[in-house]
């Protein structure tokens, strides 16, 4: 067999890229990282967090393991994925099912093995995680409502890992991953609404296509209320520091955006809207930094 030229290797590499969903497990590592340095940490300085090998473990476990989720669910979706993503499908096609699947393995099983070297009950973790990964993709994501919640949930999964290994129980953490879940769900949503067409011929029961766009919206305008009373209350509370700001600036873009989700009906429109909230959600990892900046503290200090 002849090696491939630096062309093909290269286009293969983006194909494989593109199958994971790079961005997102790029997102999930900044995210944990984040996580660890200014909410579940209580009291270590930052390099300490930083040079903990058992938390570098745990977050290199999470995106083999999320990695080999996105090659799976990509696997399974491969026809629907023609007509919904036909850029993105045509780019993947350069790497076979049967490569696929063999990255699928090899991801899982290191991350089982790097999962080990924190201890065996972490690589138990993990190994649910990649089942119900599995599970998702082979039968959950067909199913109506069940589909986005077990999606979102898979979505946020990997921090529990952080939550179980540094034991921080506080409720400013639980109000924190209510809001990541509240976001997560009307992106899920939106995501359908984006697909709908695929969806329909492939027969996957999403939202969109069992109750149509309007009672879609009805239900994402919902959301997008409760996400912004959710936002106002998370800015009320001085525990976020600075990043209370960006909780006020959710609140307000949820509440806008109700808007261009009613006043068009074009495939166009939800692809923007869907960008914009998978933004938004990267915008509040960046904002974490915010949350060791206390307003209050800043004015004793003056």
Known sequence: MSPLSPRKLFVKTLALFTVIRGYNIAM????????????FNEGKNHL?????????????????????????????DLEK????????????????QNFKLNVY???????????????????????????????????????VWFNNLYSVILMVFPFFALFLYYENF?????????????????????KDLTTSTADAI??????????????????LTLLMILTATWSIFMWSDSGTGYMKYFF????????????????????TTYKILHLIFKLLIGFGIFNMVFIDLNPLDLQRII
Not at 81 to 96: H, K, T
Not at 116 to 143: E, G, P, T
């Open 28 to 39: 999930l590592i900044l995210a944990q990282y984040m996580a660890s340095l200014f909410i």
């Open 48 to 76: 300490q967090i930083l040079l903990d090998k058992n938390l570098n473990f745990i977050i290199i476990a999470s995106a083999l393991s999320a990695a080999a989720g996105y090659i799976i669910n990509n696997f399974y």
């Open 81 to 96: 994925d023609a007509i919904s993503r036909p850029l993105q499908n045509y780019v993947e096609r350069f790497v076979s």
């Open 105 to 143: 393995l090899a991801l899982n099983i290191l991350a089982l093995g790097i999962a080990f070297l924190v201890s065996w009950r972490v690589a138990v973790f993990f190994l649910v995680y990649q089942f119900m990964v599995w599970f998702y993709s082979h039968k959950v994501n067909k199913l």
């Open 170 to 190: 506080s409720t400013i953490i639980f109000f924190h991953a209510g809001f990541l879940l509240l976001l997560l769900l009307e992106t899920d949503i939106l």
């Open 202 to 219: 492939y027969h996957y029961s999403t939202i969109p296509v069992i109750y149509g766009d309007r009672k879609t919206k009805k239900i």
């Open 248 to 267: 006020l600036f959710s609140a307000g873009l949820n509440l806008l955006l109700i808007f261009p989700l009613w006043n068009s009906h074009s495939k």
